[in-house]
């Protein structure tokens, strides 16, 4: 017992005056400390496991290898150009779509010439889905192909960070026609058929800015990633048991044109780094363990330990103070070089 009463957040004189006086409650205290504390171990120990130790489900569960189709949307560059590589050397065929035509072509040459899979590729503007045509074209593509995985990966975000109120009209349209209704038309053309062949795995390529922080000056686009991560937790529940998997991706940043990072580092990887870990940690949620979030991942472990971190101190304001800081300070220097650029025309 006197052991036990050391680890007691006062001096073992006065302690012992408590456990003569108040021995019920000294126990009580003990028991609520030692509870938190089991309860802290076995969460973490969850969250290392998960990420360091426990694979993913495995691709063949969604047909890799016997003919079936992952499609990825923004597939020309960055992450979506990344799994597209990935899932053909799995043994996917891959249907990429973007709206670089060279970029894709290219992407396709490089995919055959490795892997002994069929592409297909569709220049298409995901802005531009409202457009009957373009739907008709979009849809034409993917009606008759055995479709295992949707790579939900096309994304905009703003030029650089900027008040809402100052954000260009065009700029907020084409965010929202780009990463809402372009991903649901998207998914509604391809899950149906995934139900009915009771196989397929959905992913979304959500953000810290609208999953784990409040993100001033972005407010458009991080308001898309929490729609994204809504809409796809709900579908997945729709689904769950009909042999369909949904998540979505809680990425910090990837070195990538959007995120305009060019150098790796442990915090970003690069798109082949990371599209490695969410490939093989499907179905694990990892850092998002624990969270409250149903149905979202954060695969990459540096990701991952920092999403976790950032649960458990939970004090969401200093993240959002922290995170207005760094955009006021990235939108000043984008202002700065805008400005030496003009001067130098
Ligand atoms: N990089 C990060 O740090 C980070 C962090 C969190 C989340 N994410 C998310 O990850 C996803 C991929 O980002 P990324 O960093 O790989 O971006 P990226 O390098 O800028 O690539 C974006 C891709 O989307 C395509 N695209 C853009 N607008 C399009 C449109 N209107 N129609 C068709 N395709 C379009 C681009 O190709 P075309 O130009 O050829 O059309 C390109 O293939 C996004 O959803 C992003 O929000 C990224």
């Given at each position: 017992m ?27 205290l ?57 899932l ?8 990429v ?28 503007d ?44 065009e ?80 990425t910090?940043?990837v ?42 991942v ?48």
């Open positions: 006197s052991a036990l009463l050391s680890y007691l957040p006062f001096k073992v004189s006065s302690s012992h005056v408590f456990v003569t006086e108040q021995p019920y409650l000294a126990v009580l003990l028991a609520l400390g030692s509870l938190s504390l089991a309860k802290f171990l076995v969460k973490t120990l969850g969250v290392l496991a998960q990420t360091f130790i426990l694979p993913g489900k495995n691709l063949k569960k969604y047909g890799a290898g016997k003919g079936t189709w992952a499609v990825v949307t923004g597939a020309s560059e960055g992450i979506g150009r990344e799994f597209a590589l990935q053909a050397a799995k043994g996917f065929n891959v249907l779509a973007a709206r670089n035509a060279t970029s894709l072509k290219e992407l396709t040459t490089e995919i055959e010439s490795t892997s002994k899979v069929q592409t297909k590729a569709l220049a298409i995901f802005s531009k889905l409202n457009d009957p045509v373009q739907w008709a074209r979009f849809q034409s593509e993917v009606e008759n192909l055995d479709i295992g995985v949707l790579i939900n990966n096309v994304g905009r975000s703003h030029s650089y960070p900027i008040n809402f109120v100052e954000t260009p009209d700029e907020i349209d084409n965010i929202l026609q780009i990463n809402i209704n372009a991903t649901v038309k998207v998914t509604k053309a391809i899950v149906p058929g995934m139900v009915q062949r009771k196989r397929g795995l959905v992913i979304g390529s959500g953000s810290f800015s609208g999953i784990s922080v409040v993100s001033p000056m972005l407010a458009t686009y991080a308001g898309t990633k929490s729609f994204l991560s809504s809409f796809l937790a709900a579908l997945a529940e729709e689904v769950k048991g009909k042999g369909v998997d949904v998540e979505t991706l809680n910090y940043f070195v990538s044109n959007m995120s305009k990072i060019r150098k790796s580092s442990m915090m970003i990887p690069t798109p082949k780094a990371y599209v490695r870990s969410v490939l093989s940690k499907v179905g694990q949620p990892c850092g998002a363990l624990y969270t409250g979030r149903m149905h979202v954060t695969p990459y472990w540096s990701h991952a330990l920092l999403d976790y971190l950032m649960n458990l101190i939970g004090w969401k304001q200093v993240f959002a103070s922290y995170t207005h800081g760094l955009h006021k300070s990235i939108q000043k220097r984008y202002l700065k070089k805008q400005e030496r650029l003009a001067k130098q025309q």
